[in-house]
């Protein structure tokens, strides 16, 4: 039994994705690594072994199972934002010269907490360390490169969405409207299963590009236009 990886190098080779070919076989597996997380949940890295139990958890397709073992719904959408920043490449331009960082900005109200801060603490993507702020709104200069757009700023998404329209920032947002208000990824829960939509028009124009590897986890992809 192999339980389900996702990886990538450091370069640009493709990603392999494997799955287990026997349902029963990897749910307990992944039980098994849910049950170690949960016993040393509070130590110094636990939560990093937390993350990746839960990313298994996501590419197999068994959240149910997920919120069956009490992961509360900000711990395993911390883990796409991790997933996503993995998958997500940026044009050289998006980094200030000299920085070394990769960095997730939550805009409005915090629903994640240490949920979001502990499992990426010293961990990094393509060589740059990963660094979360917190922002009350966000401006077209902001350091950011994947910013999630919390549902406190509902009432004014458009002009929030707005502000950063074709800078080189992955939006996302868990608001039934974000994706027809030009955010690129939205996070929806379904049965008890978190999923995510794709908007590949706003990525374009973002100039980001999402690994065909992730594209095919999504739950729906918005394609580009048709000139």
């Known amino acids: 039994m192999r339980a389900a990886i996702l990886t990538r190098s450091s370069g640009r080779e493709p990603m392999s994705a494997s799955v287990s070919d026997s349902k029963t076989g990897r749910i307990n597996a992944a039980m098994s690594c849910t049950r170690t997380v949960l016993s040393r949940f509070f130590g110094v890295r636990p939560r990093v072994r937390g993350l990746l139990c839960i990313l298994a958890w996501?590419?197999?397709g068994s959240l149910h199972a997920i919120y069956a073992a009490s992961f509360p719904e900000y711990q395993v959408?911390?883990?796409?934002?991790?997933?996503?920043?993995?998958?997500?490449?940026?044009?050289s331009t998006a980094f200030r010269a000299g920085q070394n960082s990769l960095v997730i900005c939550v805009v409005g109200d915090d629903p994640f907490g240490a949920a979001l801060d502990e499992p990426i603490r010293g961990q990094s993507i393509g060589g740059r360390n990963l660094v979360v702020r917190r922002l009350k709104q966000i401006q077209r200069d902001e350091a950011c490169h994947l910013a999630y757009i919390s549902r406190s700023e509902r009432d004014k998404l458009g002009q929030v969405l707005g502000a950063i329209k074709g800078l080189?920032?992955?939006t996302v947002g868990d608001d039934g409207n974000f994706i027809d208000q030009g955010g690129m990824i939205n996070l929806v829960v379904e049965e008890n299963k978190i999923r995510f939509e794709v908007?590949?028009?706003?990525?374009?124009?973002?100039?980001?590009?999402?690994?065909?590897?992730?594209?095919?986890?999504?739950k729906s992809v918005r394609e580009r236009r048709k000139l």
Do not use: H, T
């Open 77 to 91: 959408k911390a883990a796409f934002l991790y997933n996503f920043a993995k998958f997500v490449d940026w044009p």
């Open 168 to 170: 080189p920032f992955l």
């Open 58 to 60: 996501l590419l197999a």
């Open 199 to 218: 908007n590949l028009e706003a990525v374009d124009r973002a100039g980001l590009k999402i690994s065909p590897e992730l594209l095919r986890l999504a």
